[in-house]
């Protein structure tokens, strides 16, 4: 099955400066990949995703590439602010077992006013 | 639509009591998830259903956890007899397709003294 790993676990930014989460993943059929974000005591929430056929895809500040040949994606934040504080999880397709979507362990962001 | 809604918010119970969680998915979504979040071990999915069909429960942990959908609007989850390792967040998930945006439920807060 489908094995999603992120890096790093904990980030610390200054306000304004760039934050950049990276994963991989380990089926190559895999196709989706969305990310989403948790505030503290909240929901998961789906703030972008991106679907094989393309290799990057913005959302005014928030922006994520993919590698298909590396089997690497990647969240960039730019211009982060205090609400951008959160936990990021990471996630792709499990094309080998009914296209679920699997989880990553997550990046804690904080960013410093 | 008020989104997917779960009950109770908080549960706390004494190892050994049944725990039954329910979850009322967004109207019209056909796949329901049930996932259970802690910090040791992030977001797993216990089960997926698909069209109120269990299709995939292979990361329920073990005999104890049992969950239902018994038509398009409800499920539950039931653990028989709880223990103090099935305290974490219990997320239900909907969604239109299997890969598509998954839309979370606030969550209910499980604690087995």
């Known amino acids: 099955g489908e094995n999603v790993e992120q890096h790093p676990s904990t980030l610390s930014v200054q306000e304004g400066d760039s934050a950049v989460i990276k994963c991989t993943y380990s089926d190559s059929a895999s196709n989706y990949f969305p990310w989403y974000k948790q505030e503290l005591g909240k929901r998961p929430q789906l703030i972008i995703d991106i679907r094989s056929n393309v290799g990057e895809k913005k959302d005014q500040r928030i922006a994520v590439t993919l590698n298909k040949t590396a089997k690497h994606f990647s969240l960039h934040i730019t211009e982060t602010q205090p609400e951008d504080s959160a936990v990021y999880f990471c996630a792709a397709n499990d094309k080998t077992s009914y296209d679920k979507v699997i989880f990553g362990p997550g990046t804690s962001l904080s960013v410093i006013p | ?113």
């Not at chain 2, 069209?51 to 039931?78: Q, Y």
Request: charged share 20%.
């Open chain 2, 1 to 113: 639509d008020a989104g997917v809604i779960q009950s109770p918010r908080h549960e706390v119970t004494e190892m050994g009591q049944e725990v039954t969680l329910r979850c009322k998915p967004i109207s019209g979504h056909n796949s329901l998830f049930w996932y259970r979040q802690t910090m040791m071990r992030g977001l797993e999915l216990l089960i997926y259903f698909n069209n109120n069909v269990p299709i995939d429960d292979s990361g329920m942990p073990e005999d104890r956890f049992s969950a239902k959908m018994p038509n398009a609007s409800f499920s539950t989850l039931k653990i028989q007899p709880s223990e103090p390792r099935d305290s974490a967040v219990y997320f239900c998930a909907s969604s239109f397709g299997v890969s598509g945006e998954l839309f979370f439920g606030e969550g209910s807060r499980l604690t087995v003294l």
